[in-house]
């Protein structure tokens, strides 16, 4: 649902200043610590952020997706490890349900999920199924009214937080691809379910991944999210949405790094005369600039366009790889502008630069994404 005006600038004034009042101040001992402190995840439920797009009959705010991307680009002016704690729950963890599940798969979950009760993970990535999601491995074997669970999840963000996973798992064994896939709801506390130790990561420190490892976890069928063997459109569509979110976080974060350049180059002063006056940072600043506001445009547009109703596989695929790839441009600036100072921890560049390597890798690769523009545009004639 589209927040009218007014409503709308509050809850982005409300995110701005949790931004920068609370969390920015917090980033580097974040990262330090690799922890989020349980005291700023109690406000995040508070300020309703784990259910900014489920619907409202179940407690949360139901954003349309343009008002998702308008707050996630608020977000994403601070270390994105925050956005991480419950962006599952926002994104790929919880629309699975959303879009696809029964009212009494729902009643009984999205509550928990949008207050923040209930942590969510996505389930598909596997050590033998990366980009090619449609060949996961992991089996659900069909026992009376039950799955019975066998396999192994990779890189699952928040895994050991989780209540709830959305799993894809093989249905049908003699199927290949996506069309023997399924989606099912998987409860933590289900016995056979083992979490692995969290990576050491390049960035992001305070967020979390995970191997989640299923020996015999059985789950009811009725856990099923739509039909058997439609858990590869499930999640693709999921990740349609997913990747939209994905292109908000990259803009808040190119506009925190192009303001962190602007006000740097401002202070710091070379050859008698701030750098901002030389035509060199400048130049930076205009190609940083002009890339975030198309950027921006792009993804606003996309996100209008789903929620129309239309069809976003060529949009979100082009909004995730032109946002992702822009902000590793504009992180790479901003070193440069920072010069010393961008390459040693003290100003937190080196670490944003690091942070936003992998959104040119998840939700699928700059190169699926290419893939998928391709696609599309050679089935629309161009
Ligand atoms: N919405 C609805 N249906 C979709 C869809 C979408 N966005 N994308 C694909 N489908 C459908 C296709 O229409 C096709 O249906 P039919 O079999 O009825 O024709 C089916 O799903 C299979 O699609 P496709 O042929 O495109 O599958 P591929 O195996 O070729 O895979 C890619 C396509 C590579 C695009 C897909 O596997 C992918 O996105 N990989 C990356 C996964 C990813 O993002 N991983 C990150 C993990 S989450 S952090």
Known sequence: MALDAETRTQLLDTLRRFVTERLRPLEAKVSEDDRIPDEVLEEMKALGLFGLTIPEEYGGLDLSSEDECLAIIEMGRVSPAFRSAFGT?????????????????????????????????????????????????????????????????????????????????????????????????????????????????????????????????????????????????????????????????CIGMAERLIADSVAYARERRQFGQPIASFQLIQGMIADSKTEAMAAKALLLDSARKRDAGEPVILEAAASKYYCSEMV????????????????????????????VRIFRIYEGTSQVQQVIIARETMKQGG
């Not at 290949?176 to 969290?198: D, F, H, M, Q, Y």
């Not at 080196?350 to 942070?355: G, I, N, T, V």
């Open 89 to 249: 729950n926002v994104g790929i963890g919880s629309q699975g349900l959303v879009m696809f599940g029964t009212e009494a798969q729902k009643q009984k979950y999205l509550p928990g999920v949008a207050s923040g009760e209930i942590v969510t993970s996505f389930c598909l990535t596997e050590p033998e199924a990366g980009s090619d999601s449609g060949s996961v491995q992991t089996r659900a074997t069909r026992d009376g009214d039950h799955y019975v669970l066998n396999g192994t999840k990779r890189y699952i963000t928040n895994a050991a937080r989780a209540g709830l996973y959305t799993v894809m798992a093989r249905t049908d064994p003699e199927k290949k691809g996506g069309s023997g896939v399924s989606a099912i709801l998987v409860e933590r506390n289900t016995p056979g379910i083992t979490i692995g130790k969290p990576e050491k990561k390049m960035g992001q420190q305070g967020a979390h991944i995970h191997d989640v490892i299923f020996e015999n976890a059985r789950v009811p069928v009725e856990n099923r999210l739509g039909g058997e063997g439609e858990g590869f459109k499930v999640a693709m569509q999921v990740l349609d949405r997913g990747r939209l979110h994905v292109g908000a976080l």
């Open 328 to 355: 590793g441009r504009v992180a790479d600036r901003a070193v440069q502008i920072f010069g010393g100072a961008g390459y040693v921890a003290d100003h937190g560049i080196e670490r944003c630069y690091r942070d």
